[in-house]
């Protein structure tokens, strides 16, 4: 690994009180502030491709099963970079490993701008999934390391609002863009907006509070939960903690296997909706894409509230929420299905 992308070491333990309190409020809200916005621009680029879907079949670019291809290549990459990059990231400097990371999705968005071939475009979005992987797991790592168990549930899901903001103004962008000046373009500004943000994380970011001489959050904060979590750990290396707590942890595989069915559905809706809309119902790209923009933003709410909930309702635990947020993707989805355009 390069040497600035290693994490950084441990600064001196600051003891003045006041100033850890004032150095903890500070960076608490400056980081989440940073890997909110960086976020919700790995989504633009992301995204981009899917809100320009419509145009591209349209002007006979690729066809559905081109369309089709991308898509499974790019998600297989994507699962497969989260979960080595989270393993890397935890021993990479979260500003540089994130910043990179969008910086470089947003050149390969602007390069499938200027491609024709199918080949061209495989070989991009391949490598876009692949430098996806890189941001969610750095805030996940940052999240946990300045946010304690009990409160953790409530900014993890301010945080994850990133995506539903992503989500739905890059459908906006890419159908302007589009009416305007071609999809081509709407790929080129988003990649554009993206390399403005990327340069700020690599500017701005910050990774877990002991780099900065600061205690661990649980014991600034006294949270038991925290402390307990952080002494069930101590001791352990990087391969016993990956062995023990993920890999051979029952409740990971079954949580992995409930998120798959959740994003199926997600997937369908974000990625096809706005095609099935512009087919079937004969609308506009405009009008399919801000209907997926709808959907993007009843998750912002629903992420504000699930996250709320299982802080206050069931104090830190998020299961019963999740059971509550899956009936409810139950409903909503056999609605959609009873409709009579359906």
């Known amino acids: 690994m390069l040497p600035f992308l290693k994490a950084p070491a441990d600064a001196p333990l600051m003891t003045d009180k006041h100033e850890i309190d004032a150095r903890y ?34 002007n006979g670019v690729l066809s559905r099963s081109d369309i089709g291809l991308l898509a499974t290549l790019f998600y297989i990459t994507y699962g497969v ?32 701008g200027f491609s024709t071939s199918l080949w061209a475009f495989a070989v991009l979005w391949v490598l876009n999934a692949f430098f996806q992987g890189w941001g969610s797991p750095v805030c996940a790592r940052l999240l946990t390391a300045w946010y304690s168990r009990t409160e953790r549930g409530g900014w993890w899901a301010l945080w994850n609002t990133a995506h539903n903001v992503g989500g739905a103004l890059i459908p906006i962008v890419m159908a302007a863009a589009a009416l305007h000046y071609g999809w081509r373009a709407g790929m080129m500004i988003a990649g554009c907006m993206a390399i403005v943000v990327g340069i700020f994380l690599c500017w701005r970011l910050r990774d877990r509070p002991q ?10 904060r006294h949270d038991a939960l925290e402390i307990a979590q952080q002494q ?52 506009d790209l405009v009008t399919a894409n801000t209907a997926v923009t709808m959907f993007e933003l009843g998750g912002f709410i629903g992420a504000l509230v699930a996250g709320w909930g299982s802080d206050k309702l069931f104090n830190g635990n998020r299961g019963p929420m999740n059971l509550i947020f899956a009936a409810g993707i139950l409903l909503s989805v056999g609605s959609l299905w009873l409709m009579p355009f359906a």
């Open 25 to 58: 409020r500070y960076w608490r809200r400056h980081i989440l502030l940073t890997i909110w916005l960086g976020y919700a621009l790995f989504y633009f680029t992301r995204k981009s491709f899917n809100a320009a879907v419509p145009e591209i079949l349209a």
């Open 211 to 220: 780099a900065l001489g600061l205690p661990a959050v649980g014991e600034w």
């Open 232 to 283: 069930e750990g101590a001791g352990l290396t990087r391969k016993e903690i990956l062995t023990k707590y993920v890999l051979l942890n029952p409740y990971i595989w079954l949580l992995s296997f409930c998120y798959v069915l959740v994003y199926v559905v997600r997937a369908a809706i974000n990625d096809w909706g706005n095609l099935y809309m512009s087919e079937t119902l004969d609308v």
């Open 81 to 112: 970079s989260k979960f080595v990059s989270g393993i890397v990231s935890d021993r990479s400097n979260a500003r540089y490993f994130m910043g990179i990371g969008l910086i470089a999705t947003d050149i390969i968005n602007i390069l499938f």
